[in-house]
């Protein structure tokens, strides 16, 4: 049995394949470039690598099963490199995909971290200061109402919108239900990148633009590989990629066996209408391959320039959601302080 407690991280691995890249342009194999890459590292690093050489050299492992072993690929990675003829190129087309990997999700997180965080921090400052605030506040609404007769709703001119304030008890529930939700929606999306990812590009193009490149040149390395598109996507429906992907190929090669055209597959599961009108074009006009680099540098830098623009569009607008969360907490905790002041006016 295998025997490892960590793996190499994403991002180390990350730059391991650059200087594998680097060390097999030089005319070194994908093994004797691992041998090298052992002498370049230090620490942790070092030592797996060394294990992964042995699990090779010694145990007569398959490099590619290593590198998925111990952290270097992933399941699709280690197909490209298991399936092309072309390993350098192959380590092109991984670390190209992983360049652009997840843009949209980072996109989607920056947008909606600072508005989340100052939800909790609002509810935070309430939990904390109410609790102080209440026994004096209540101690000089009964002296108001003995006194002076004066009612509660008097007292507390606090409009019902700043809820907190009128029912500090349910700040616990607040923070445990708003946890609850970000955690299922969370899970749900996740759920369907995986499964279903064509339903998230239906719903958010910009996602599709976030898989296509990957999708793309996992299909281009392949073909580079002598492959026609028949054996490339049962090649891929039959591997542990993405489960939503796997169907796509699926519905792709049951297609091509149909001798039917693709570019309908395409436009089903959701690819954006660019895309899929120049997949029809080159397809009616027998170019599917000679196009297919220019639709994979075409899907990137719609990765690229989209992503980046809606960044810079709302970044702006996130933060203004995010500071009048934190004020509107602010404001009730004020209101409260206001409403103890005509309380002790009214007593006086």
Not at 230 to 253: A, C, D, H, M, Q
């Amino acid at each position: 049995m295998l025997d490892i407690q960590r793996k190499i991280s994403k991002e180390d691995s990350k730059i391991i394949l650059k200087s594998l890249k680097a060390l097999m342009r030089l005319g070194n194999s994908l093994f004797e470039s691992l041998e090298l890459q052992v002498e370049i590292e230090e620490g942790k690093n070092k030592k797996i690598l060394e294990k992964l050489i042995i699990q090779i050299k010694k145990n007569k492992k398959n490099p590619e099963d290593m590198m998925l072993f111990y952290g270097l690929v992933n399941e699709s990675e280690k197909l490209i490199l298991e399936k092309s003829k072309d390993t350098k190129k192959s380590l092109d087309y991984i670390i190209n995909i992983r360049e652009i990997s997840s843009n949209f999700n980072k996109t989607v997180y920056a947008l909606l971290f600072f508005p989340l965080i100052s939800w909790y921090i609002g509810l935070s400052i309430a939990k904390f200061l109410l609790p102080i605030m209440s026994a004096p506040v209540n101690d000089l609404i009964k002296i108001a109402e003995i006194k002076k007769g004066v009612s509660l709703e008097e007292t507390m001119n606090i409009p019902p919108a700043f809820f907190y304030i009128h029912h500090p008890g349910s700040i616990d529930f607040i923070i445990l239900l708003s946890t609850i939700i970000f955690i299922l929606v969370y899970i749900a999306y996740k759920y369907f990148e995986k499964n279903n990812p064509s339903a998230l590009y239906k719903i958010m193009p910009l996602k599709a633009y976030d898989d296509i490149p990957y999708i793309f040149i996992l299909m281009r390395s392949l073909n580079v590989g002598g492959m026609d598109m028949y054996k490339i996507t049962k090649i891929l429906y039959g591997s542990k990629i993405n489960k939503g992907w796997r169907y796509f190929f699926k519905k792709l090669n049951k297609t091509i066996e149909a001798n039917k055209k693709i570019y309908s597959v395409f436009q089903e599961f959701g690819f954006p209408k660019q895309l899929s009108v120049i997949i029809k074009t080159s397809e009616t006009s027998k170019s599917f391959w000679e196009s297919f680099d220019d639709m994979i540098s075409y899907a990137k830098e719609v990765n690229v320039n989209k992503n980046k623009e809606i960044r810079d569009k709302y970044s702006g607008l996130s933060k203004i959601i995010g500071y009048t969360i934190i004020v509107y907490f602010l404001v009730g905790i004020l209101l409260l302080m206001f409403s103890m002041q005509n309380i002790i006016t009214a007593i006086q």
